[in-house]
Every structure is written in structure tokens, then in C-alpha cells.
């Protein structure tokens, strides 16, 4: 099993910036990929960006190039998600994730934590 467990969501100011931590424990995952997705009131759970652990790489939707960083620290187990210049339209529910391939669709992720809420005023 692996345990994901996310932080750092907020209220920010449009043009601000947040860091989300996802920390990750349990068995093995150098093999695994981690996702950050997210969930609007009443739309689907969307892609935002991912990264191999073992080897860095990395793909990101759209709408987050430019702007979100997503990285990994394997001392710390830990993934993150920089976002800056927020927009209203980031908000929503983010959530973490792990599975064995480097996916965009969410329901191909094993794995995934109970997710923090990010709010952008305008």
C-alpha cells in the first residue's frame, strides 16, 4: 500500500503564488509515477501535471505550463506543486496521486490522498 497525504492549500490572491506538498509512504514506488489532479464543484477530476519518481521527467496539462512546477525530493518522499500566478479558475480540490504508468487519465492512478482545497480570489 501507499499512503499519500497532501498540504499546503489555501486562500491566495489572483497573480499569487502557493507550494502543495504531497508526502508519500508506504512500500517501494522508484517505479511508480505521481500526478497532481484536481476537482472543481461540479466538474470532473482533471490532469494538472506528473513526474516519473525515478526518473524526473515530467508533463503537464495545458493549462498549468507556464505557471506550475511539479517536482520530487526522494530524501524526503515528498512531491510538490509550485503554482504561481493564480487565477480564480485554479480553484478547486487538488489531489495527489500514484500508479505504474505515466498517465493523464485519473483512473489509471492506484493511489491517491484525500486531497486540499486551493481558492483564488479575484
Known amino acids: 500500500q501507499v499512503q499519500l497525504v497532501e498540504s499546503g492549500g489555501g486562500l491566495v490572491q489572483a497573480g499569487g503564488s502557493l507550494r502543495l506538498s504531497c508526502a508519500v509512504s508506504g512500500r517501494t514506488f522508484s517505479s511508480y509515477a505521481m500526478g497532481w489532479f484536481r476537482q472543481a464543484p461540479g466538474k470532473e477530476r482533471e490532469f494538472v501535471a506528473n513526474i516519473r519518481w525515478s526518473l524526473g521527467s515530467t508533463k503537464y496539462a495545458d493549462s498549468a505550463k507556464g505557471r506550475f512546477t511539479i517536482s520530487r525530493d526522494n530524501a524526503k518522499n515528498t512531491m510538490y506543486l509550485q503554482m504561481n500566478s493564480l487565477k480564480p479558475e485554479d480553484t478547486a480540490v487538488y489531489y495527489c496521486?500514484?500508479?505504474?504508468?505515466?498517465?493523464?487519465?485519473?483512473?489509471?492512478?492506484?493511489?491517491w490522498g484525500q486531497g486540499t482545497q486551493v481558492t483564488v480570489s479575484s
Open positions: 496521486a500514484a500508479g505504474f504508468g505515466f498517465f493523464v487519465s485519473a483512473n489509471r492512478y492506484d493511489y
